[in-house]
């Protein structure tokens, strides 16, 4: 596989670069073929979301999906990163790797049996910390983090995300009420300013919260 993740970094940079080469490397190292449904592990080291239940509640997302959130993060060796909707934990396993030993990583997952998946194959990454719960009650636990990278679709970003949003802090999220309709957005606190900017159209799973319930 380590070649065909070689070719798939290679055509990510092509199509959607330029990359910081940190986050190449991320998908050059980091096995997809773990996070995938047995019968989608011959298609792990394409370029294409892959569904992680037969509903189509639940996908791990493209390749390149990933890389366009961390770059609009800017996200570095040693930061902190708080991800909302861990699928199996592709995610947070390339999070892990671009952060380092000296960054974090807090994934949290509103599917149980995914939040379970998630818990098991990360657990050899000890900077990153995997959670059962809805991320849309989840800001108590975000703790002054500045980078957020949210991996499903809201129809508005919650008033909640955006009042726990630090100085200097950075959410990514996909927004839009229709697959269609669905932007990638970027807000950036600044002081007593939210700076919001859109950045293409992205197709995402729906935000599948039905309450504020506590994470675990």
């Known amino acids: 596989m380590t070649s065909l993740r070689e070719q798939l970094a290679w055509a990510v940079e092509e199509k959607h670069g330029p990359f910081?080469?940190?986050?190449?490397?991320?998908?050059?190292?980091?096995?997809?073929?773990?996070?995938?449904?047995?019968?989608?592990v011959d298609r792990s080291t394409e370029d294409m979301p892959l569904p992680l239940d037969d509903e189509g509640l639940a996908t791990?997302?493209?390749?390149?999906?990933?890389?366009?959130?961390?770059?609009l993060l800017g996200l570095a060796?040693?930061?902190?990163?708080?991800?909302?909707?861990?699928?199996?934990?592709?995610?947070?396993?390339?999070?892990?790797f671009i952060v380092g030993p000296h960054g974090r990583v807090l994934?949290?997952?509103?599917d149980e049996r995914l939040a379970e998946q998630a818990r098991v194959l990360l657990r050899d990454l000890p900077n990153v910390t995997a959670l059962h719960g809805d991320a849309i009650g989840s800001t108590a636990l975000w703790g002054g983090t500045k980078k957020i990278?949210?991996?499903?679709?809201?129809?508005?970003?919650?008033?909640?995300?955006?009042d726990a949003l630090p100085d200097g802090g950075?959410?990514?999220?996909?927004?839009?009420?229709?697959?269609?309709e669905q932007k990638l957005v970027r807000v950036h606190r600044e002081g007593d300013m939210l700076r919001i900017t859109h950045h293409g159209g992205v197709r995402y799973?729906?935000?599948r919260s039905v309450s504020r319930a506590g994470v675990t």
């Open 170 to 180: 950075i959410l990514v999220a996909p927004v839009g009420a229709r697959p269609e």
């Open 149 to 162: 990278v949210c991996t499903f679709a809201v129809d508005e970003i919650p008033r909640a995300w955006l």
């Open 107 to 110: 994934t949290i997952e509103i």
């Open 60 to 71: 791990v997302s493209a390749p390149h999906a990933y890389l366009l959130s961390f770059r």
């Open 20 to 40: 910081d080469p940190r986050l190449l490397r991320a998908l050059r190292t980091v096995p997809r073929e773990r996070f995938v449904r047995p019968g989608d």
């Open 205 to 207: 799973v729906r935000n």
């Open 77 to 96: 060796p040693g930061d902190a990163l708080v991800e909302l909707g861990s699928g199996t934990g592709y995610g947070a396993a390339l999070a892990s």
